[in-house]
């Protein structure tokens, strides 16, 4: 491409030539021995020390990084877009990290203050919802972020909102309109687009096209995943909010703070944590337990899904404070209807419901959250009096979902062993200290699972390392610089075997 103006060509070219060293230092890294297993991201370079152009990199886990959901498309037509909220959240990141290093005098490193930090998410989470208006079509600076924020804390008559806006095009063929309004309501006339919310449902929406509400319509099935031209933003709670595409969410803002979503709801940790708190059930009783939960987990104002081993004599037991009824099974309608009166639902490990309604008792204990509500707090203390003997499914009104015990996941026995095995091979005579630290930060991750035996063997490794650390041969020095030329100690954290930790918690033990 040439520009008539010399100045703004040759930029134009200095910016191109930075992009693809950029994407050749990308490239080198994740080719690499040390880039296995990993996805790197490079930023712009900045000039350092007047003669250096440095570039910042990123690296995180490739397993954890793809397990994040994200759209396909980097560019649409001209513009230039980010798949994801945590693809902008990189830009965002390396292009504060590009600031640092152009400053007259380089940082030592790159450190974000709390408040800068909370700013930079909030500016990834308005790149990310202006890229998702021009996957849908809308090609201007869009205020979607700034208006749901307020559209989801605005109450109506009293309520807190529920409800969605389809972002698409009106005339993208795979959107019926229901109901069209003669007058559109732009996004910013907050009250107006709170009381019309009122009319969506899970299956209507608000139309916008990314400026303007412009009526009620509706998705239809015709619609495929690939397009990625059509998208959801719900309102989930008061000052709550997600997006969505294909009913997979991209983004959830909660009081102005974004965040990547969290699955509401997993299905094998939840049978997971049944079976091993009731031995006695099969996975058909884990699946009725997982359908209830899962019909629980819908309740719009929040609820509590108690499963109890003795959960007929509880019901008995907390009488005033329970409504009992013939042990029967609830079936999800029926479970809906029942989680609209306050207090929890109480059901027996096959799942039969013995009581509802119920206000759950307890001591306090010094566990539990201020900043969660009475709701949340009382199932810790009613948790903690029943001895391993219940399972509590605790629906907040602003969509969260907790388990009382929230178990750690199982894991294999062998794989937490070939960690250790290869912390100890790596220390060789001469040990590449990035490759040690590799492994240690793994059994980081692992630390709750470790045995007594294999906390020794690690600590013996990390002793042996430091040992070879100190040693003043192990170092290149300078003798003219004295004795500060090298390292002397380092000093580390053992490990120590979890209190918590038992054989339940291995894979191989079921």
């Known amino acids: 491409m040439i520009y008539s103006s010399r100045r703004l060509h040759e930029r134009r070219h200095r910016g191109l030539l930075d992009s693809f060293r950029a994407e050749a230092v990308r490239d080198a890294l994740a080719g690499s021995p040390e880039g296995v297993g990993l996805t790197f991201?490079?930023?712009?370079?900045?000039v350092v020390d007047g003669s250096y152009?440095?570039?910042?990199?990123?690296?995180?886990?490739?397993?954890?990084?793809?397990?994040?959901?994200?759209?396909?498309?980097?560019?649409?037509?001209?513009y230039s877009v980010v798949p994801s909220f945590q693809h902008s959240l990189m830009r965002e990141l390396l292009s504060a990290a590009t600031t640092d290093l152009s400053r007259s005098t380089p940082p030592e490193d790159f450190?974000?203050?709390?408040?800068?930090?909370?700013?930079?998410i909030r500016k990834a989470a308005r790149a990310f919802v202006q890229s998702v208006s021009l996957f849908s079509g809308y090609e201007f600076e869009s205020e979607l972020v700034v208006a749901l924020d307020e559209i989801s804390t605005q109450p109506y008559e009293g309520r807190s909102g529920a409800g969605g806006l389809l972002l698409a095009a009106e005339a993208n063929p795979h959107v019926e309109s229901v109901m069209e309004f003669v007058e559109s309501?732009?996004?910013?006339?907050?009250?107006?687009?709170?009381?019309s919310l009122e009319m969506a449902d899970p299956e209507h929406h608000l139309l916008c096209d990314g400026e303007k509400i412009v009526g009620l319509a509706r998705l239809r099935d015709t619609y495929e995943r690939a397009e990625e031209n059509a998208f959801v933003f719900n309102v989930v709670a008061r000052g709550v909010w997600e997006l969505s595409h294909d009913q997979v969410p991209l983004l959830r803002v909660s009081n102005t703070r974004p965040s990547l979503p969290q699955p509401r709801l997993d299905a094998q940790h939840l049978k997971s944590v049944a079976r091993r708190l009731f031995s006695e059930i099969g996975e058909s009783e884990a699946d009725v337990l997982w359908d209830l939960a899962e019909s629980a987990s819908a309740a719009s104002h929040g609820t509590m899904l108690v499963v109890h081993r003795n959960a007929g004599d509880e019901a008995a037991r907390l009488i005033p404070q329970a409504q009992r009824i013939r042990p029967k099974l609830l079936d999800s309608k029926v479970l809906?209807?029942?989680?609209?009166?306050?207090?929890?639902?109480?059901?027996?490990?096959?799942?039969?419901?013995?009581?509802?309604?119920v206000i759950l008792d307890g001591h306090a204990t010094g566990k539990g959250d201020s900043s969660r509500g009475a709701r949340f707090n009382s199932a810790v203390r009613y948790h903690d009096t029943q001895s391993g003997r219940c399972l509590i499914i605790i629906v907040s009104e602003d969509g969260m979902i907790n388990l009382l015990p929230d178990l750690r996941r199982q894991v294999a026995r062998d794989s937490v062993e070939e960690v250790v095995r290869q912390l100890e091979e790596s220390l060789t005579d001469e040990p590449d200290y990035e490759i040690f630290f590799r492994y240690w930060a793994h059994l980081e991750s692992l630390a709750f699972y470790l045995t007594v035996e294999q906390c020794e063997r690690i600590n013996a490794a990390r002793t042996r390392l430091e040992d070879h650390r100190a040693r003043p041969d192990s170092h290149p020095h300078d003798p003219n610089e004295g004795s500060l030329g090298y390292i002397t100690h380092v000093s580390w954290t053992p490990f120590a075997p979890d209190p918590e930790m038992n054989s339940s918690y291995f894979l191989d033990t079921e």
């Open 41 to 46: 991201f490079v930023g712009s370079s900045a």
């Open 336 to 357: 809906s209807a029942v989680t609209s009166i306050d207090g929890a639902v109480l059901v027996d490990p096959t799942g039969t419901c013995h009581a509802v309604g």
């Open 185 to 195: 309501i732009r996004v910013s006339e907050t009250r107006l687009v709170r009381k």
């Open 111 to 120: 450190s974000i203050q709390w408040s800068d930090r909370s700013e930079l």
């Open 53 to 78: 152009e440095v570039h910042p990199v990123i690296a995180v886990p490739r397993a954890r990084w793809e397990s994040k959901p994200t759209l396909s498309k980097e560019r649409i037509d001209r």
